[in-house]
């Protein structure tokens, strides 16, 4: 089975840069690697998505190396609202079902 | 442009009985997924489908069941009712499987 793990929690301050890496040793070849935010009693919410190397939108930057088998979400200088729980979301290689990373729980501290 | 919607948002049924959630996707999306948030367990792949056919299940018994409808919406059925059922069941879809799923709110299940 696969097995994608992030740590289980991160404390940052407000204004910093936030780096959350996604272990993710079985990753479906075609598959897309996917960064969501949950914040409690709600849906998780798409943050960014990438396939190779770098991809940058206007809230975050996924950096994935060329084996794949790794993915790092950067949020650039956090606010308090950025506190929630972070997942990452890949293919499994073989059977292509989903799998979740195990969720980062980040805390903003002002 | 409306979201993922599900229904209901909170549900409570004893052991041994059975339920149906449903989902309603984005306009334009033809992928529907289904997982399981429960305590402890993080989020569970449940079933993926697209233009109306079952495409992929995860690791639960078959008493987890759901069906997609022409119009793109799908319902999750779950028979037979246990306590470690309760959990938030999420419903996401996508244009296709390559394109980001986008999540509802879920429902709240309470077996007691």
């Known amino acids: 089975l696969a097995k994608t793990t992030q740590p289980i929690s991160m404390d940052s301050y407000e204004g910093q840069e936030v780096n959350i890496t996604c272990s993710h040793n079985n990753i479906a070849t075609n598959d897309y690697i996917t960064w969501y935010q949950q914040f409690p009693s709600q849906g998780p919410r798409f943050i960014i998505q990438g396939y190779k190397t770098k991809v940058t939108n206007e809230v975050a930057s996924l950096f994935i190396p060329a084996d794949r088998k790794s993915s790092t979400l950067s949020l650039p200088r956090v606010s308090l609202s950025d506190t929630a729980v972070y997942y990452c979301l890949v293919g499994e290689s073989g059977t292509y079902k989903y799998i979740f990373g195990t969720g980062t729980r980040l805390k903003v501290l002002a | 442009e409306a979201g993922v919607t599900q229904s209901p948002t909170h549900l409570i049924k004893t052991r041994g009985q059975q339920v149906t959630l449903r989902c309603s996707p984005i306009?334009?999306?033809?992928?529907v997924y289904w997982y399981q948030q429960a305590l402890g367990l993080g989020l569970q792949f449940l079933l993926w489908y697209d233009e109306g056919e079952e495409r992929n299940r995860g690791n639960f018994p078959p008493r987890f069941s759901g069906r997609q409808f022409p119009n793109y919406s799908s319902e999750l059925n779950v028979n037979a009712l246990e306590l470690e059922d309760s959990a938030l069941y999420l419903c996401a879809s996508s244009r296709d499987r390559y394109q980001p799923q986008h999540f509802g709110d879920g429902t709240r299940l309470s077996i007691l």
């Open positions: 306009s334009g999306h033809t992928s």
